[in-house]
């Protein structure tokens, strides 16, 4: 850490935490939080929030490290939506609204209720340790806004030959989207590499070189011209499994995904306040999923169909 910062004039009325966020980069926003909770920073010699605006000009310190609370999952008993199990894996429809394991940040606290992986143990009881005690049986995963089917594996052996699948793209995966505005051609590939955005690290972005290889196939299945304006509904492949990847690839031809409001979608489309409608998760579903069995080889497919609230809101455009 280093021992003093002080921020400059332009940094005048940022919060503390976000101005530490984007000046210690090998930190994460909950590992800046956990520094300030436990006292470890000080601005001009006194004990900080984190929620403080600066003013420039001030004294900051950083005076360690924060202790980590032990991570582990936890059984929570919470419905889940189970398309497929045998003694090797299981196939399950996660919902939109749901995150598939607490992050690294997390305690034993509201942030760790409500995951899938707490759902998967209720469940199972045993899954894989391959991911280790904050992510068992996780062989991918879908955004917390993003509803559709996951393979979970129930034993070590099964979680390696999977993830093997996932390495060597053999893995077949769909989805649904739709997405603002009509997308010129019916067809087409994006193979724009993916980086952390510098400045808002909850995003990711195409614009940085030197990033990871993404590759997302998209196929036109129709354009709607609506009351609020046109859209297109997509079916989108792809060949790479990168954080955010169909969202910011999407987004990176001006088209971003519905409700998708951290990649430029508004949070209200429609024209008169009386007439907008919303949507509270992104409008993109995995709706596909194929791939060998660990144990037999024998080749599996599964499909799941939008959900209601995606359905609903397709009917209304299409009304």
């Known amino acids: 850490m280093p021992p003093l910062l002080i921020p400059a004039a332009e940094d005048a009325g940022k919060r503390l935490d976000q101005f530490l966020v984007a000046h210690l980069p090998e930190t994460s926003r909950a590992r800046v939080q956990q520094l300030i909770a ?5 601005v001009n010699d006194a004990i900080a929030r984190a929620s403080l605006r600066l003013r420039g000009g001030e004294r900051i310190a950083v005076l360690g490290t924060a202790s980590q609370p032990p991570l582990r999952a936890m059984a929570e008993d919470i419905p889940l939506d189970i398309v497929f199990e045998d003694a090797d894996l299981a196939v399950v429809n996660k919902p939109a609204g749901m995150t598939v394991h607490a992050g690294a940040g997390a305690t034993e606290d509201e942030r760790n209720r409500g995951t899938l992986v707490n759902a998967l143990l209720y469940h199972f009881g045993q899954l894989s340790s391959v991911g280790g005690e904050l992510r068992p049986g996780i062989v991918h995963r879908l955004d917390k806004a993003t509803s559709g089917l996951l393979v979970v594996a129930k034993n070590d ?3 390696r030959r999977l993830a093997s ?3 060597r793209r053999q893995v077949k995966k769909k989805y649904i989207a739709l997405v603002h505005g009509w997308l010129k051609q019916d067809r087409g590939t994006i193979s724009s590499s993916i980086s952390r955005d510098r400045v808002r690290r909850t995003r990711m972005t195409t614009k940085r070189s ?16 609506s009351p609020y304006g046109k859209f297109t509904l997509l ?3 792809i060949d790479t499994g990168r954080t955010h990847q169909i969202r910011v690839h999407l987004a990176s031809l001006r088209h971003p ?16 306040p009386a007439a907008r409608i919303s949507l509270s998760r992104n409008f993109l579903h995995a709706a596909g999923l ?3 069995h660990p144990r037999s080889g024998e080749a599996l497919s599964f499909a799941a169909p939008l959900p209601a609230e995606l359905k609903d809101l397709l009917q209304r455009l299409e009304g």
Not at 38 to 42: C, E
């Open 38 to 42: 436990q006292q470890l920073v000080l």
């Open 157 to 159: 052996e099964s979680h």
């Open 165 to 167: 699948q996932f390495v």
């Open 210 to 225: 030197g990033g990871r290889e993404a590759i997302t196939h998209y196929q036109v299945e129709r354009r709607l011209d």
């Open 235 to 237: 079916e989108v492949r």
């Open 257 to 272: 995904v519905v409700g998708d409001t951290l990649y430029g979608a508004p949070r209200e489309i429609g024209g008169k």
């Open 290 to 292: 194929q791939f060998q």
